[in-house]
Each structure stands twice: as structure tokens, then as C-alpha cells.
């Protein structure tokens, strides 16, 4: 049924028609409106039988989620930002145990300086962590992505993380198209886990592992991620047969064909790109986009088919290996036959900065000329940047940096872009 | 597309405003897209929303920077936020207030705009009244739909109702109905002032 309504009320249906046996959550904004949801479904009756459970932290949402989906029910639960900090060791152990969570990660900025606005670096910093890691590019595929997430993580007993830009996506109203209950029904089987704590049959999970074996577990824990780049693109397939649109699948491509410049991103800013490539297109400029739908398992074989042709690929990322440079364009390089001078990384949209056709289209025209740098950091004040480095070469006790740079811009009062 | 930029301040309404709006669109067949710009949620603090109606998907993402239309759900923000920024000459502008554009001190600014396109709404006292609080979001939203027919009053009222819980949708339906009637009523009076 189509709707108009919040992206985080549009992910709470999805997950609640994946009828889940066991939410828990603690509130971190933007992920908030999701659990607030699902929780009035479970108090209301709606939601059912299902058991909601309020914790103290982060860290005990996913220590209830891990014991949870242990005794055989069905777990679900959302964080964002230093909340998926909190909970990153409880993260590791539902990976290594095999637990098949799903959770939604309202992608937020990780602090400090505090920052409660979108940027991926919360999901990207857990990218090693054994999870499966899916990014939505707007609400439909968000929710989705929730009810694909459920069957795929439980087929293989992966948890798997749902990623959505944080506001961008959790807090607009857009329309989406609501499956009816026999839709997720026959697309997702009952829970059949291959590993369950109960009574009548006792099995310990979680022994400790010494260096007879760790090495194996870690390499099936890995085999097991790349069953996922069969299973993700069949079940996306299946997806299309029965709720009749296209939805999750490892990559999508667009304009793609003959396209001597390929843009790479994830999530919600592709919308963004494909209106900008659109304008781009018009003119003549042969330039094409491809999507990372599934980051974790890394879709190798797609990336470097989807860039066979590229002469030049730029990555916009919302992410920063401080230090290093680019997490995606890293990636990225590693798919690419070419040369790894050819593949540009953009660091944009960092702690909620707009990121704008006009920006886009500067950045792809610079590349297309030659000009781009290997690391670029989009709509960047390179001059507030270099008034800090002055400061810091001429005296000693310059002070908090970010305090000192909202002295220097003073106060800004509701900015639209 | 059509973009639609509203600001206020905080318990304004002015998210509610762009999602009303939205929903509004929806119901008459359109796509729209619906998000605030997001700050520190204080009371009184300026706040900014977007609402983008078109035919088609809509895409972009970014905040909207060239609005087609703009509503101000507080002039006292007028003189601290470029609320106008990026605003066309030929663009709609609702101001919720009792003064005109003149005494608001923007007479000269309005120069070259399309005067038809130009309105104000006392709507906070319309709410006052009607809705009991000082949220003139829906009541500017009626003013909206009447003075630029982009979208209906009877889909406005619908979302309303599909929004808020009984009593609180009554009171603000009979705001908007108040306050389309008034936008209805100053551009009545404008075209028999510009034609007399």
C-alpha cells in the first residue's frame, strides 16, 4: 500500500511485518523514532507475540539482542553513532557467535567534536566486525532492505546491518510502498536457527577458542560472507517476484554504459549524484554511477565488472580514514584493473554538511579535466583550515581546535545549506 | 518540481508544517519529499524545513536553496536569518503576521515581485483561537493552497486529519479554514484595488 510517511516509521512496519520475537533498543537520536514506533506496536497489541525490552546502554541493547537470537527468537534492534561505539564489542560477538540480528544503523557522525548529523563513519568504523553491511538509498529500499536483511542473515547465521543516513533518510517524508503481511510472509520463512540454547538439548555457546582452531573460525566466518554475494543478488531477484520492484541486490548502475567517468557512493547521497549526472548527461559529458548497495561482503566481482570500462572513477565517501585518506575509494582500488592514480576519493557531507549539485558537478568537471586531486575534501573552508595551522605554528597554547573555529566563523544562526 | 521552504522557530510546527504538506501533495497523486534541516531542537531556536512536490521520484537530496515558495512562521526572523535567500522575483511568499509587507519594512525588498504572490496571515491569532496554542503551521498551509493553488484546501484539511488526533485536528481545520478565507478575501481585495 502506498504511503506517505517518516522513513523511520516506514522501516518500523517493515520490521514489524518481519515478526520479530524480541526488540531492544536504547534511544540515540536519529534512530529514535524507529524503536519509539515498534514499541508502541508491541505495547498496543499490534506486534505480537513480541517482547520489547528497555535497557540501560547501548552495550546491553546487543548483549539482549545476542542472548535473544541464542534461545531461537527472531532479534532486532537500532543505534547510531557512539551508541554503536558502545555496543562494539557485544557487535564483534554476535558476528563471531553467528547470531543473525538484524539492526538498523541511522548513520550519524561519531564524536568528537559532537556531532549529531549524518555521515557514515559510525557504519564504516564496524566495517570488519563480521557483519553483513547493506546501505539503503532512500525509504523504500531502507525498509526493504530490513525484510531482506532477516532472510539472508538467518539463512546464514550472519547479523546484518541496515544502514540509513541518519535524518537525510530516518526523518524525511517520502512515499513508500508498504507490503501486505502475505507478501513478507512468503518471502521470509520462519526462523529455523542452526545453533539454539534449549533446555531439553543443551549446548554451550561461545567456548573459548585457542590457536588450534581461531584461525578456521575466522576463515568460515568469511566464507560464509562471500555465500552472501550469491545469496544477496538471488534474493533480490526473488524480492522483484514477489513485491514487483527492484530492491537491495549488491550494486545498482545507473547510465553506466559508455561512461568514461564512473562515480561510487553509498546511501542516500546517490539520489543527489543521479540528478547531477542527469544534468551532466544533457551536455554530452559520459559520465555513469555505480551504487554500493552491500559494502560488507565487498561485491568484488561487481565493482570491477561495473568499472571495466571507467577512465576515471571518483568515489564520494561520507566517511575519513584519518590518516589514510578514503575507507570506500580503498575499496574501490582494490576492484579496479586500473591504475589506482585513476581512482579519486571525495570526502563529502562530513557531520552534516549539504552536499549540492553544484558541488558534485564542480568536482566531476574537475576530474574530467584532470584536475582533481587524489584526496579532495568537498565544499572544504581550506582557509579556516590553514588560519588553525598558522595559529598552531606560531604559538604554543592555541586552545581547543573546534572551539577556536566556531570563535573564528561566529555564530550560525539556522544555515539552509 | 515545485520547493517549498518554511522557517519558524522552534515549537512552531514548522517540521509538522512540511509534512502536512507532503502528505497534502501525496493524496493528490504527487510525490513530495518532506525533511527539516536539522539543529539543536531548542524552543524559539530558528528552525528551517523543506517540501519538494513534483510528478515524478524525487531524488536530491540537498537542502533547498532556490525555493519556489517560501512561508514564514515568524517575522521576527526576518532581520536575523536570510530567510529570502536564493528566492526567485516571481516566487510566493506567505508571512504569518498581522502588519503588511510595507509595515514589516519590506516594501522595497517586494519591489518587482508579483504582488499576487505576495500574502500575510495573522495565524497565530487564527490558532489562538481555533486550536487553543500558538502553532500557526496548518493555518498558513490553508493561506498557502489559496494563494498559490498548488495544492488543494480540502487535501491540506485531509492531512490534518490523517496527522493530528480528533480534537486537535478539528481546531486546526477550522484554522485553516479561517485563515484560507482571509488569503482569499486580501487577494479579492488586491484585484478590486488594482483594478479600481
Known sequence: MLKQVEGSAAVAEAVALCRPEVICAYPISPQTHIVEALGRMVSGGQLAPCEFINVESEFAAMSVAIGASAAGARSYTATASQGLLFMAEAVYNAAGLGLPIVMTVANRAIGAPINIWNDHTDALSQRDCGWIQLFAEDNQEALDLHIQAFRLGEELSLPVMVCMDGFILTHAYERVDLPTQAQVDAFLPTYEPRQVLDPADPVSIGAMVGPEAFMEVRCLAHAKQRQALELIPAWADEFRSIFGRDSGGLTHTYRLDDAETVVVALGSVLGTIKDTVDEMRERGEKVGVLGITCFRPWPSAAVRAALSQAKRIVVIEKSLAVGMGGIVSNNVSASFAGSPDLVHTVIAGLGGRAITRRSLQKVFEEAIAGRLDGLTFLDLDHAMVERVLTREREQRRTGPIAEAILRDIGVVAAKIG | ?196
Do not use: W
Open chain 2, 1 to 196: 518540481m515545485f520547493q517549498v521552504r518554511i522557517h519558524g522557530r522552534g515549537g512552531q510546527g514548522v517540521v509538522t508544517a512540511t509534512e502536512l504538506l507532503s502528505v497534502a501533495a501525496f493524496r493528490e497523486g504527487r510525490h513530495a519529499q518532506a525533511f527539516p534541516s536539522f539543529g539543536s531542537e531548542r524552543t524559539g531556536a530558528p528552525v528551517v524545513a523543506f517540501c519538494r512536490i513534483d510528478d515524478r521520484p524525487i531524488r536530491l537530496r540537498e537542502p533547498i536553496l532556490a525555493p519556489d515558495a517560501l512561508i514564514i512562521q515568524d517575522p521576527t526572523l526576518l532581520h536575523q536569518v536570510d530567510v529570502f535567500g536564493g528566492l526567485a522575483k516571481d516566487g510566493y511568499i506567505l508571512i504569518n503576521t498581522s502588519r503588511s509587507f510595507e509595515e514589516l519594512g519590506l516594501g522595497d525588498f517586494i519591489a518587482g515581485f508579483r504582488r499576487e504572490r505576495l500574502c500575510t496571515v495573522p495565524a497565530t491569532e487564527l490558532a489562538l483561537k481555533h486550536v487553543g496554542r500558538a502553532v500557526p503551521n496548518a493555518a498558513l498551509l490553508a493561506g498557502f493552497a489559496a494563494v498559490s493553488g498548488r495544492i488543494s484546501l480540502e487535501s491540506v484539511i485531509a492531512a490534518i486529519r490523517e496527522k493530528f488526533p480528533k480534537k486537535v485536528a478539528e481546531g486546526n481545520v477550522a484554522a485553516a479554514n479561517a485563515a484560507h478565507a482571509f488569503v482569499v478575501e486580501e487577494m479579492q481585495e488586491a484585484a478590486r484595488a488594482k483594478a479600481g
